[in-house]
Every structure is written in structure tokens, then in C-alpha cells.
């Protein structure tokens, strides 16, 4: 079936993404249920617009349990006045909304993790649903795409901005330009463990300058942590010419990393108790064992040890303190 063969989404968005001036509503998104036969879910979403110019689509919660993106977006829908605007921002600081309140990555109703089901249908589940209408509706209406992700409950990341290597040489050198000038402590080369489905891909396969970041972890936030997702809005807002003002200097540079291969994943091949032997940001060399997994149904049974496959610096891990087999333990990058 072709695009224009699809349905139309379900979802009506209470603002006109055309009209100048500032507008607060939802996505309303159809749900009959058990608790509400008519009801809907009503999906937060703001739209600044002042006259002519680029469009920044700006979305936090894709995962339901990653709080930078969504402390940075409400603050800006808050604030942001259309004076200070030349072109559009849509603001969506709950993407998957279901997953948001309930804090979990993916959606309660049906399971649905935002970023593996693109490009969505406009026939399926909730989750399914709101991809799609972001596929047709919200995509094709923007020049740059920041999405906003943190570790969440399972993982913890050195604060960094990413963009991917891509086929068109163009938008990556933009791409890359934009996640240097969000300027986190570090700025990533990204690649993906499997990048079928998400949201990243659906934006630049239509061409979108897109950027994403990793901000943190654990299922929370911290001072720093959302401190520098208000700053790298706005700095991406002023680089892209649609937030009014200076290109203000950034205090420090970033530190470019890279991820040059799969060799950057450690994954665990049993269960257990995890015992880190680095920290975030220090300096690995390849078969430096980084964290050991003690058996937890025994004593006197010897731990097993994960090792780093490449020379790096340890850039994100596992959060919670027990792991299963197949959890990815720890990522390492390269500095470039
Ligand atoms: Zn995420």
C-alpha cells in the first residue's frame, strides 16, 4: 500500500500549525476503552509562530521514562513568545504521551516503544497511531528535528548530542553542525545497535536535518543534566536562525566522540549482580574488563568479567545494579 492510499490518521490537533501567534493544545487521539467509551488521549503540544522561516519540530518523551527532553520543552512552551520567533516551533514535550505518565519506555496500552514503530499506521495500535500522524503530518512540516532522549530506568549516558553518519554528505555536515552548536559536554557520531523503525531514520530519510541526544540516565534528572537540555534548545533555536539574538558564545567546547563500530557494545551473556570497574567518561583499553557479573544464587561461585572490545572512554552503562543476559553493560566511544 502507498502513502496516499493510507487512511487518514485519526488524530484532530486542537491548534492550527499555520496561524502566527502562540497555541497551547493536544493531538487528540481517539481511544475507546473500558474507563471511557468516547474518551481520547489528548497528546500536549504548543506552536510559535512568527511569519516567514525555517521549522524546528521539537519532541521529548519518545521514551516514557526520559526526563531532560520533557523538563526543557515544557519550560520552553511556557516561555517562548512569538516575538522571539522568526518562522515556527512545535513544541511536543510528551511524544508517547501513555508512556510519559505512566514512566515507563514504552506505552501501557499496547506495549508500543515510539522509536522501533515508524512509520507507523494509521490503522494500529496507539502507539502506531501517533507515529504515523508524525510520519505525514508533523515531519514533512519541519526543516530541523530535535528529539529529546536520556537513558531512562536502564541506562546511564555521559551527557552528549548526536547526529548520524549518512549517505547525503550535505545533511550530515548540517546535521553535525547543528548537534555543535547545542554544544553538551560531548557531541557523539551515533550509530544505532538497530535503526529499523525509529523516528531518526523517518526524518532523515525525508531529508530533515536531525539531531537527537543522550542527557543522562536512571529514570530521572539532575540539576546539570537539565540545565544543559534548556541550553542546547535554545542554542540550536539561535544557530538555526528561528530563536531571535546572538549566537551566544558557548562557555566550553564539546568533546567530540565517536562510535566507529558494534565494537562499542559490551553486552552481558548472563544474569546477576554488576559490579562496575570504571566510571562514566574514564579512559578504557580494549580487554579491560569494565564491569564483573557475580552469580547471585550461590556464594563461592567465581563472577564474570565483561571486557571493552576498543580503546575509548566508557560513555554510557547499565543503570540498575542487577543485570540479565543480553543487557547491553557498557558503551564506549572513541575521542576524536
Ligand atoms: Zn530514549
Same mark, same amino acid.
Given at each position: 500500500m502507498t502513502v496516499s492510499e493510507l487512511r487518514p490518521s485519526a488524530i484532530s490537533p486542537t491548534v492550527d500549525f499555520s496561524i502566527n501567534g502562540v497555541q497551547h493544545g493536544f493531538l487528540r487521539l481517539p481511544y475507546s476503552r473500558d474507563d471511557s467509551a468516547w474518551g481520547s488521549v489528548m497528546i500536549p503540544v504548543?506552536?510559535?509562530?512568527?511569519?516567514?522561516?525555517?521549522?524546528?519540530?521539537?519532541?521529548?518523551?519518545?521514551?516514557? =521514562?526520559?526526563?531532560?527532553?520533557?523538563? *526543557?520543552? /515544557?519550560?520552553? *512552551?511556557?516561555?517562548?513568545?512569538?516575538?522571539?520567533? +522568526?518562522?515556527?516551533?512545535?513544541?511536543?514535550?510528551?511524544?508517547?504521551?501513555?508512556?510519559?505518565?505512566?514512566?515507563?519506555?514504552?506505552?501501557?496500552? =499496547?506495549?508500543?516503544?515510539?522509536n522501533r514503530s515508524f512509520p507507523?499506521?494509521?490503522?494500529?495500535?496507539?502507539?502506531?497511531?501517533? +507515529?504515523?500522524? /508524525?510520519?505525514?503530518?508533523?515531519?514533512?512540516? +519541519? =526543516?530541523?528535528?530535535?528529539? /529529546?532522549?536520556?537513558?531512562?530506568?536502564?541506562? =546511564?549516558?555521559?551527557?552528549?548530542? +548526536?547526529?548520524?553518519?549518512?549517505?547525503?554528505?550535505?545533511?550530515? *555536515?548540517?546535521? /553535525?553542525?547543528l548537534v555543535d552548536a547545542f554544544c553538551a559536554p560531548y557531541s557523539m557520531k551515533m550509530l544505532e545497535i538497530d535503526a529499523v523503525g525509529m523516528y531518526d531514520s523517518a526524518a532523515e530519510e525525508m531529508g530533515k536535518i536531525f539531531i537527537t541526544t543522550e542527557l543522562g540516565g536512571g529514570g530521572t534528572a539532575t540539576a546539570k543534566s537539565a540545565g544543559i537540555a534548556k541550553q542546547g534548545v535554545a542554542n540550536v533555536l539561535r544557530k538555526a536562525g528561528i530563536l531571535k539574538g546572538e549566537d551566544r558564545p558557548t562557555a566550553g567546547r564539546t568533546q567530540w566522540l565517536d562510535m566507529p563500530d558494534g565494537n562499542c557494545f559490551s553486552f552481558a551473556e548472563e544474569g546477576g549482580l554488576i559490579e562496575p570497574l570504571v566510571d562514566m567518561g574514564e579512559g578504557v583499553v580494549a580487554d579491560q574488563v569494565v564491569a564483573r557479573i557475580h552469580p547471585i544464587g550461590k556464594t563461592g561461585a567465581a563472577p564474570t568479567d565483561v571486557c571493552a572490545k576498543m580503546d575509548g572512554i566508557l560513555c554510557a552503562r547499565h543503570f540498575p545494579g542487577l543485570v540479565k543476559a543480553g543487557d547491553c553493560v557498557a558503551v564506549v566511544a572513541v575521542a576524536v
Open positions: 504548543t506552536v510559535v509562530k512568527n511569519g516567514d522561516g525555517p521549522t524546528a519540530l521539537l519532541t521529548g518523551g519518545n521514551h516514557g =521514562d526520559e526526563y531532560e527532553g520533557p523538563i *526543557a520543552l /515544557f519550560d520552553l *512552551a511556557r516561555t517562548l513568545k512569538a516575538e522571539d520567533v +522568526a518562522g515556527r516551533v512545535i513544541i511536543l514535550p510528551a511524544m508517547n504521551y501513555p508512556a510519559f505518565v505512566s514512566g515507563t519506555r514504552t506505552s501501557p496500552i =499496547d506495549k508500543g516503544n515510539m507507523g499506521r494509521p490503522d494500529g495500535t496507539v502507539t502506531q497511531k501517533i +507515529a504515523d500522524y /508524525f510520519q505525514r503530518e508533523l515531519l514533512p512540516l +519541519a =526543516d530541523i528535528v530535535l528529539d /529529546f532522549h536520556s537513558g531512562g530506568k536502564t541506562l =546511564d549516558f555521559l551527557p552528549f548530542c +548526536a547526529a548520524h553518519i549518512l549517505p547525503d554528505k550535505e545533511q550530515e *555536515a548540517r546535521s /553535525f553542525e
